[in-house]
């Protein structure tokens, strides 16, 4: 097994808290309208503000916990068992990478010190969709039926937030969910083993700082702390919009625009699940909500491993994107309030798709 690295790096000394938002009345059908405009209002703030917050009363308050222990029950195969899995067998890289091996989310910071396994959508409906790699049934049994309960309803439950979102832009309520019929979402589960040593012997890096490259991400953890999240000093939106994905879903992301604030801890709360918005709703945005950088860090305190399930709701490979979202936008006169959905970015912009943005950030050639 590799040897865990212990990284010397400033404690987050933010207060946060994160935003936490009740999202019921978004996955609620029998919601009314104005328990909808409260969430939406929420969402638009924290989207705003910080692109990273809490959601409670989401709906998987049961099949979480389940899933953490369904991510623990798989990296506790024996290594030869889940080499079996290996992403490197698969076209999609789909399956089991182990420690040392694991994609680096940064490209200056070094290694990441995790174990990953990658799902992601079936069929054959795009470049991006394909056949996973299931753990056998005899050594997991009821693995596969579990974990793709929970893909299908983080999926549901990322089309719920998206219509908050699309209300909270003044854009149609359906817009996002419109574009997620099938999309190439992922789920990434992940182990950080906790870093050797002792308790002063600084803080393991787990996941370099980065930005998501899609569009939504769902993040359940365990009740080990370690995530954080880099705060932005300005609040009130209208960040830079990058013209074109750049390569890679790196430290510069689309919080490349000077205003960084200080490092805040995004620990686990109990049954809340979190948010985070990636560099195509960024970049779709036009700048109006935040793709935020975090990153992983294991205290040596905590001496247990770190567990998280990371579901990444992309959207339709053909989905159109343009920057401010297009004509539907215009016509509906978008701006959803302070901000403007149309800030920075309704120019004349070159035809993009989300697949084509998000392959082109993971620095994968498409034509
Ligand atoms: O493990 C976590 O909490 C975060 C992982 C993450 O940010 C990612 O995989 O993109
Ligand atoms: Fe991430």
Redesign the pocket.
């Known amino acids: 097994m590799a040897a865990v690295d212990a990284v010397p790096s400033a404690q987050p000394t933010g207060s946060g808290p994160l935003p936490v938002i009740d999202v019921g009345p978004l996955t609620r059908g029998d919601a009314d309208a104005a328990d909808k405009a409260r969430s939406a209002a929420a969402l638009r703030q924290a989207c705003v503000e910080w692109g990273f917050f809490y959601i409670t009363n989401h709906g998987l308050e049961k099949q979480v916990p389940e899933m953490v222990a369904a991510t623990r029950a798989l990296f506790d195969l024996p290594e030869a068992e889940k080499a079996a899995l290996a992403a490197s067998l698969s076209p999609l890289h789909r399956g089991w990478t182990g420690l040392g091996g694991a994609h680096n989310?940064s490209s200056e910071a070094g290694p990441d010190t995790?174990e990953?396994f990658l799902l992601g959508a079936e069929g054959s409906a795009s470049p991006m969709h394909g056949a996973n790699p299931w753990p056998p049934a005899p050594l997991l049994p009821g693995w596969q039926g579990r974990v793709r309960a929970y893909f299908a309803a983080a999926l549901d439950l990322s089309r719920a937030v998206s219509r908050g979102l699309a209300l909270a832009l003044g854009l149609p309520e359906s817009f996002f969910a419109d574009r997620m019929r099938d999309p190439v979402a992922q789920l990434?589960l992940?182990r950080?083993p906790a870093p050797p040593g002792g308790a002063r012997r600084g803080r393991g890096r787990?996941?370099g700082e980065?930005t998501?490259c899609g569009f939504l991400?769902i993040?359940a953890?365990d009740d080990v702390p370690?995530?954080e999240v880099r705060r932005r000093r300005g609040t009130t939106g209208g960040g830079a919009a990058p013209a074109a994905p750049a390569a890679c879903?790196g430290g510069g992301g689309e919080d490349s625009d000077g205003d960084l604030g200080e490092w805040v801890a995004?620990p686990p709360l109990p049954g809340a699940l979190?948010v985070?918005l990636g560099d195509l709703a960024a970049f779709w945005s036009g700048g109006v909500v935040r793709s935020t950088l975090?990153?992983?860090f294991i205290d040596d305190a905590a001496g247990r491993a770190?567990h998280?399930c990371?579901f990444?709701c992309n959207c339709d490979f053909d989905a159109e994107v343009r920057p401010g979202f297009g004509a539907e936008a215009a016509a509906k006169g978008a701006s959803g309030g302070g901000g403007g959905v149309s800030a920075g970015g309704s120019g004349p912009a070159a035809p993009m798709t989300a697949g084509k943005y998000i392959l082109e950030k993971l620095g994968i050639m498409y034509s």
Request: glycine share 8%; proline share 0%.
């Open positions: 989310c995790k990953s990434l992940l950080y787990g996941c980065h998501d991400t993040l953890q370690g995530l879903c995004a979190l985070n975090h990153r992983v770190r998280s990371v990444f």
